[in-house]
């Protein structure tokens, strides 16, 4: 059981429905991190904030939106698309809806 756990949270592909989960809840995450935050001039939480933000972005775009990508058949440069305002909608629904493509040499089950 323990064995599987890092492949649970680091896939190496992704499909459909399970992509759509990851990126629900991290952009459930993202969300709660900076909107339902109060507002303190403290630097200590901001910071904390910042750093939650950055590794919710980092793990969504190298363990949401890459194996996705790539199971899709489309380059792992692609995930880096969803930093730019406007192409990244057209790079979420076009992962939400893209069908999955076995390399060759496998046979879906």
């Known amino acids: 059981m323990l064995d599987a756990l890092p492949d649970f949270f680091f896939p190496k592909r992704l499909q459909r429905l399970s992509h759509i989960l990851r990126f629900t809840l991290c952009l459930s995450l993202i969300w709660w991190l900076t909107l339902n935050r109060p ?3 403290v630097l200590v939480p901001v ?3 910042l750093l939650g933000l ?3 972005f980092l793990y969504l775009i190298l363990f949401c939106i890459a194996p996705r990508a790539r199971d899709s058949g ?3 440069w692609t995930s880096w698309l969803i ?3 406007a192409v990244n ?3 979420i629904y076009a ?3 893209s069908r999955t493509k076995l390399p060759h040499g496998e ?3």
């Open 83 to 85: 930093l730019v305002p």
């Open 47 to 49: 910071l904390e904030n």
């Open 74 to 76: 489309l380059p792992f």
């Open 107 to 109: 046979v879906e089950a």
């Open 95 to 97: 992962l939400f809806f």
């Open 89 to 91: 909608i057209i790079l």
């Open 54 to 56: 950055l590794l919710a």
């Open 39 to 41: 507002v303190t001039p």
